[in-house]
């Protein structure tokens, strides 16, 4: 059983930076690859970003690649999501959520996630 909580979402200026950090329960989350997906309104769920266990490979959408940085601290139990150079569509309410088997990029590959942080980008 794996818990995870967000935290860092909110309001910023297009161009702004926010960081987002997913909170985790339980022993195993150094062997579990973590992601994130967000959820605008009216549309699907859709991959943002994940890591492997150790942190030293990430994945990402295009659509955030060289703007988003995913990390990870295992001591700590937290993954991260550096946002920068953010744009008015990147405003949803972005998820974490840990991987259970098959492809990092959908999100039927994860079985827990988290209730979710709005992240609002105003132009």
């Known amino acids: 059983q794996v818990q995870l909580v967000e935290s860092g979402g909110g309001l910023v200026q297009a161009g702004g930076s926010l960081r987002l950090a997913c909170a985790a329960s339980g022993r195993t989350f150094s062997s579990v690859v973590m992601g994130w997906f967000r959820q605008a309104p009216g549309k699907e769920r859709e991959f943002v970003s994940a890591v492997s266990r150790s942190g030293i490979s990430p994945y990402y959408a295009d659509s955030v690649k060289g703007r988003f940085a995913i990390s990870r601290d295992n001591a700590k139990n937290t993954v991260y999501l550096q946002m920068n150079s953010l744009k008015p569509e990147d405003t949803a309410v972005y998820y974490c959520?840990?991987?259970?088997?098959?492809?990092?990029?959908?999100?039927?590959?994860?079985?827990?996630w988290g209730q979710g942080t709005q992240v609002t980008v105003s132009s």
């Open positions: 959520a840990a991987h259970s088997g098959g492809s990092y990029y959908v999100a039927t590959s994860y079985n827990y």
